[in-house]
């Protein structure tokens, strides 16, 4: 009787441990479609909700709309895409739409103590608190603490792959400018350049950089980062304006009108003389550093190859992510066919053949230049 119990109790226990291994088997089988169909849910809300907060800022109701993001966010925090479209979404009202300072701050705060762990949105909040330090309290120190804190608290959360995240060493850099503290700023704007090479082509970390040289005041160095943000900057009106006013700016200081008015010349005339072409570019650190940060991302690749002045490397990463562009959306598309204008921007120095390049994908009109630059490169193997 009592072997009998014993022998019931040791079966009962292989059965219960063989069904749970079985159940757990099965779990790891379903879990694939299990986070489909998350996945699924979580895109039906986002497309939902985006359509609300669509229709609340068409009726001018801003806050509601943020309202509405939030909503979206709190139930859904990590859902890849769909919580960084929307706190996209919520950065767009903030920055374009909502005027009121005081509200503006209201938000941010809400975003950094009730959404910590939705990156995006708690990255935003940090962001827009360390702007009102910066620009409009100048309190240069708690500007840094702010975001010394974000960057601390994200991690490895930190999406250094997109502006909501490395927007936040930008903000970083120029802080420590501010604060009187040039040469540390530069020495983190290198440090955080092999963190996101992806960031190299953004606007703000570019000014980020040149602003803090040229607190150095030394002209050779203020030249060097000028062209830098010359040849990384994105191919878009707002970008290439500054880049050649500070070029244009740091020629003047250098080597007077006359350096100036020959580069403005050399911008119209490919074969006039060109005084960009003559400085060195401000260096951010190992290229292979930055390509093995880079990882697979074409963005981060194209900008650590023009770091490194590897011109037909970049190019190849530059074609080919048109290549694959093709029957995707009109965003990527756009986004390929800058990329390739702008290695002809860093290579030329100008902006002649690359705006012929976009002529003719945009009117199917005039000349392709791109297979003779690329013959161009592979006979001289990539030097200027």
């Keep these: 009787m009592g072997l009998g119990r014993r022998s019931g109790i040791r079966a ?17 089988q379903l879990f ?9 849910e979580e895109r039906k809300a986002y497309a939902l909700a985006k359509q609300q907060v669509e229709q609340l800022q068409k009726e001018g109701k801003f806050e509601e709309a943020i309202g509405a993001c939030e909503d979206f966010l709190w139930k859904h925090p990590q859902s890849g895409i769909c919580s960084r479209g929307m706190a996209v979404l919520a950065e767009g009202i903030l920055s374009r739409q909502i005027k009121d300072p005081e509200t ?6 809400r975003a950094v103590e009730e959404f910590p762990h939705t990156t995006e949105y708690y990255a935003l909040g940090m962001a827009g608190q360390i702007r009102e330090a910066l620009y409009e309290k100048r309190d240069y120190a708690k500007a840094d603490e702010l975001c010394r804190k974000a960057i601390e608290n994200l991690g490895d959360r930190l999406p250094r792959d997109y502006y909501l995240g490395y927007n936040l060493y930008s903000l970083r850099v120029q802080a420590l ?5 040039a040469e ?4 983190y704007a290198r440090e955080t350049a092999a963190l996101s090479p992806r960031m190299l082509s953004d606007r703000g970390y570019l000014r980020a950089v040149y602003d803090s040289v040229r607190t150095t005041k030394k002209p050779d ?3 060097s980062a000028a062209k830098l943000f010359y040849v990384l900057c994105d191919y878009t009106e707002r970008d290439i304006k500054e880049a050649t006013e500070l070029a244009a700016g740091a020629l003047m200081a250098k080597g007077g009108p006359g350096a100036s008015l020959q580069f403005a010349k050399s911008q119209e005339k490919p074969d006039a003389a060109n005084p960009l072409k003559d400085a060195p570019m ?30 037909p490397e970049a190019l190849k990463v530059a074609v080919d992510q048109m290549r694959d562009s ?9 986004q390929a066919l800058r990329n390739i204008a702008r290695c002809f921007k860093a290579h030329d120095l100008n902006l002649v053949r690359a705006n012929r390049f976009l002529d003719f994908h945009r009117t199917g009109e005039g000349d392709n230049p791109l297979p003779a630059f690329e013959a161009e490169l592979a006979k001289s193997g990539g030097a200027k």
């Design 12 to 28: 009962k226990g292989l059965f219960s441990r063989s069904s749970l291994f079985v159940g757990f088997l099965l779990l790891l």
């Design 104 to 109: 503006k701050q209201r938000i941010y705060k």
């Design 326 to 334: 093709a029957g995707k959306t009109p965003a990527g598309i756009a």
């Design 282 to 311: 401000f260096a951010l650190g190992e290229s292979e550093k930055l390509l093995a940060a880079a990882g697979q991302d074409p963005d981060a690749q194209l900008n650590a190859l023009l770091v490194a002045g590897r011109m």
């Design 32 to 40: 694939p479609a299990l986070s489909q169909d998350k996945t699924a």
């Design 184 to 187: 540390e700023a530069i020495a």
């Design 177 to 181: 400018r501010y604060d009187g503290k």
């Design 221 to 223: 160095d203020v030249l």
